[in-house]
């Protein structure tokens, strides 16, 4: 589950990821110039290189919630799903054909002038059973997945967000024992795998403001390799406001020698929703609102980007009304926009 640990469900919308990766490969869906083709329906273009380098799909559900709206003639709402579909977000990475969805991702970013924000989230026994369980079936089927994103992510540009909560769930005591040595030593692995490739920067998941002191989790990212990658990313999923998230942030830094991160800003504008059971507070929770556009711009030099890595305007799960976890939800997208700060 999510909550003040976990990452909340993401298992649905698998499909989708999958046609859309291989319509990428086919077609490359964007031009080679800075705008990045937009497309036909929604009109859809890529933010400012120099301010947001990430690759805006023009494609993605948001932008056809855009085209839809506009068809039907409901121009307010577009404009406001606008907001959502113009950001880059994040693509997570399902496992069925990972190295085809990696290929055309990329090279749709590449195309674009853009780099691809990918997210792995297929570690064994992931989110200990609850409502983002699975992953896969064991140790060597993640390798395998592993070595297939990096096939298919290439010498392009990417940046890769490592399993969210993977970590995390090993401190907090979710996790049995008996998986701690293993999942240590597959995320050691992939890390090196992501490395070693020529333009790929890897981020690994470090949970959030709420969930407990940076004391507990330092060393558990030391086994988990985070001394050879970039950094680590903070309130994946989550609603902590950006200034907690920093705060949080630069404390784990000192404790990793001065390791950058990555702040998911994407629903965090009007910070964690306080109301209700404490365990349910996670999921959809209403009033909130979209946060921090993503860029490399940001209020600290120890934050590289700030990030829409959870998808905004998908359901965290079947709670308060909304649909299997990973699907779009339309009105809920609707009100984190409306929400949002102009």
């Known amino acids: 589950m999510y909550g003040s640990r976990g990452v909340g469900a993401f298992t649905g919308g698998r499909a989708a ?104 989230y297929n ?10 369980q699975g992953g896969a079936a064991d140790g060597d089927a993640y390798r395998d997945f592993v070595d297939s994103v990096a096939r298919g992510i290439g010498d392009r540009p990417a940046t890769v967000i490592l399993e969210p909560d993977a970590v995390l769930h090993l401190v907090d005591g979710c996790t049995p024992d008996e998986f701690h040595e293993e999942r240590y030593d597959l995320l050691k692995g992939a890390v090196a795998k992501l490395k070693g490739l020529k333009n790929t920067k890897v981020y690994l ?28 990313s903070v309130n994946v999923s989550n609603y902590y406001s950006t200034e907690e998230s920093i705060a949080y942030g630069k404390q784990l830094s000192a404790k990793t020698g001065g390791k950058h991160f990555v702040i998911d800003t994407s629903r965090n504008g009007n910070g ?60 809920y997208a609707l009100k984190l926009a409306e929400e949002a700060t102009p």
């Not at 570690?123 to 983002?132: A, E, K, L, N, V």
């Not at 330092?218 to 680590?232: K, M």
């Not at 059971?277 to 980007?305: F, H, M």
Request: aromatic content about 8%; overall charge negative; charged content about 25%.
């Open 17 to 120: 990821a999958v046609v859309l990766g291989a319509a990428l490969l086919m077609t490359g869906c964007s031009s080679s110039d800075d705008k990045g083709g937009a497309d036909a329906g929604a009109g859809i273009t890529q933010q400012p290189k120099e301010y947001a380098p990430f690759w805006v799909n023009p494609d993605g559900t948001a932008a056809r919630q855009v085209a839809q709206l506009a068809e039907d003639g409901k121009k307010a709402e577009a404009d406001q799903i606008r907001k959502i579909a113009q950001q880059p977000v994040a693509e997570w990475i399902n496992p069925e054909n990972p190295e085809e969805q990696a290929r055309g991702f990329t090279e749709g970013a590449e195309k674009a002038g853009r780099t691809a924000l990918l997210v792995l």
């Open 272 to 331: 964690p929703y306080t109301e209700g059971a404490a365990d349910e507070r996670w999921c959809n929770p209403p009033g909130r609102a979209l946060g921090e556009t993503p860029t490399t711009k940001t209020a600290d030099p120890l934050v590289d980007a700030y990030l829409w890595v959870k998808r905004p305007g998908e359901s965290d799960g079947e709670c308060k009304g909304g649909p299997k976890a990973g699907e779009w939800w339309p009105e």
């Open 123 to 132: 570690i064994p026994h992931r989110d200990c059973g609850q409502y983002s």
């Open 205 to 232: 998941d470090a949970g959030n403001a709420g969930w407990g002191n940076p004391d507990q989790i330092h060393e558990p990212l030391t086994w988990a390799g985070i001394e050879q990658a970039d950094g680590f």
